[in-house]
């Protein structure tokens, strides 16, 4: 069964440093989200992408958070510098495409920030 | 702006006995509402959607959920639940813009 790839499943890092994350989707998949879920609550959405544009990315702090989905396949997902409050999991989803259909994620990058 | 509530953060039930999670949404426009499941340090898994037609919806693993769109709540369901279920569940809706949101998470126990 086709999954969404992640990596590193684990993360630890010192605040001010930088760290990437990577998202490869469903083939197939045009539309890619990233989502950022703290401990004990619901995920929220940081980026969405269609094809290789972003759609959506008002909540991402853009002063520390970028990413890009260069050809429209795989994302890249960085933080620099980070910071304490970065600590969460980084999730990764995609879809067939913006309509009604149900997002598959991945299992996840958990960052902690020392 | 669209939202989603899980007023319990816990639920507890026996093996065995039926179970309800409850979730309702606010949204302009045609609601089409989703439950994930999410087994510590993993990713989601989709369990069921609704998008429209039949009420009542079946998913995986023996779950259901009704839509209730006079009282806007989408709660999941199982006729009898196992120790295996216990896990963190979430509700989400998705817009016409198609963002999906998602509540904050109701944590499924069950007792053997």
């Known amino acids: 069964e086709a999954e969404v790839a992640q990596s590193p499943r684990y993360k630890i890092t010192e605040k001010s440093q930088a760290v990437a994350f990577w998202c490869d989707p469903i083939s197939g998949h045009a539309t890619l989200y990233w989502y950022r879920q703290i401990l004990g609550q619901g995920p929220e959405l940081l980026v969405q992408f269609q094809d290789e544009s972003v759609v959506d990315d008002s909540q991402l702090p853009k002063d520390r958070f970028s990413a890009e989905r260069l050809k429209g396949v795989d994302s890249t997902l960085k933080i620099q510098p980070a910071e304490l409050g970065d600590s969460a999991m980084y999730l990764c989803?995609?879809?067939?495409?913006?309509?009604?259909?149900?997002?598959?994620f991945g299992e996840g990058s958990r960052l902690t920030v020392l | 702006a669209q939202s989603v509530a899980q007023p319990e953060d816990q639920v507890n039930v026996a093996e065995g006995n039926p179970l309800t999670v409850k979730c309702t949404y606010s949204v302009s426009g045609n609601p089409y509402l989703f439950w994930y499941v999410q087994y510590p340090n993993r990713g989601l898994q989709f369990l069921l959607k609704y998008i429209t037609g039949d009420n009542l919806v079946k998913g995986s693993y023996g779950f259901e959920a009704e839509f209730n769109k006079s009282q806007t709540s989408f709660h999941l369901k199982k006729p009898s639940a196992l120790v295996s279920d216990s896990a963190l569940y979430f509700c989400a809706v998705r817009d016409a813009g198609n963002m999906l949101t998602f509540g904050g998470g109701t944590r499924l126990m069950v007792k053997p």
């Open positions: 989803a995609s879809s067939f495409n913006r309509g009604t259909g149900e997002l598959f």
